[in-house]
């Protein structure tokens, strides 16, 4: 009886010491890369405020899109996204985005754009997908990205030289050009056959030009479980769906880490051929995987459903007139509580521990320097 009431405190100061350890700990940060800038090309997960400048109607350019930072900057979020808390660990100021005239880009810059696929309009016009709001797919990412860094370096060497600090993120990329395929009514295996070599090429060639203009860091993460989202558990739940241990549309999940192993595949080979340069895997699946293994650990009540958002087993309609932003679509009382803010984007929160468990894998894999 005594012995067990000296073990159970200590157990007890023992997690503590580790929680504090695992959550505070400076050495785990990205500041000893002593980065000067990052450069990030993708889609709606890391835009900090691009699409809204292409389309400033858009939902997510006002509230509730970020009212736990009490600013609508045109996150698909409540508040920051990975790349923000990214950037914080790195020690330097948020990325801003490339569209709006009013960025500053002294510490790098944010080319994603919500809604973009990996191909370009033209390969989506030939699988007969329905366009994307913005045609900016990764190769005009790309092409933005040459463009901006001619205003600061000229020749390759002059270019290897002043990006020699700089971290570049390639991704996540290439969930949309599934994503639309699949709401299209194409199969897994049409889609595992006929895009994904194609989807895989195409990021392997942004990342061989980046590599060109002068990266020595880039980090290419992959897709995360999107057969988790609100509005996939809507749009593909049936009486035939075979579920995992969370609840989450097993075949769609199974496909997006094929999409991920083959992208891994295709690190290895751009290694091999730049082996001046890290090139590192972001597994997002596994950050988020780790979310799901610790849910109440996190202080998360509700995976599954939005936060903002009305309908359903998921707490989303797909009809424009009831998703988060519409007029009378109703919010959560704790968006902490919640890993979805709305059908499809992370929240606050979730962001938060994602990228801190994505920070801690990929830090070792930098070699940074301390
Ligand atoms: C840039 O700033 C001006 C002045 O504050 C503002 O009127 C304009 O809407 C801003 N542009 C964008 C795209 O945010
Ligand atoms: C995207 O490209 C297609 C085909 O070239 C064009 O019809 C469409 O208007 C473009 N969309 C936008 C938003 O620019
Ligand atoms: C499963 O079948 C039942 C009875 O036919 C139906 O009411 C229910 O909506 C179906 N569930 C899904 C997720 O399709
Ligand atoms: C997260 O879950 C894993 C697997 O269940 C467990 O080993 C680990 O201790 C948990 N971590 C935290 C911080 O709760």
Redesign the pocket.
Known sequence: MSSLQLVFPLVLIFNLIFIIQHYSCDAQDLKRCRFDAIYQLGDSISDTGNSI?EIPQAYHARFPYGQTINKATGRPSDGFLMIDYIAQSAGLPLLEPYE???SSFSHGVDFSVAGVTASTVKTLIKWHIPLPYSNNSLSVQVKWLKKHLSTFCNVKKDCHRKLKSALFMVGTIGANDYDFAFFQGKSIEEVKKVMVPRVIQTIKTAIQKVIDYGAFRVVVPGIFQLGCTPSLLTAFSSNNSVYDAHGCLKDYNDFFMYHNNHLQVALQKIRKKNPHVRIIYGDIYGALQWVLDNLSNLGFKSFKKSCCGIGGKFNFSPSLKKMCGAHGVPICSNPKEHVFWDGGHFSHQASKYLSKWLIKDILPKLHCST
């Open positions: 400048v709006n005239p009013n």
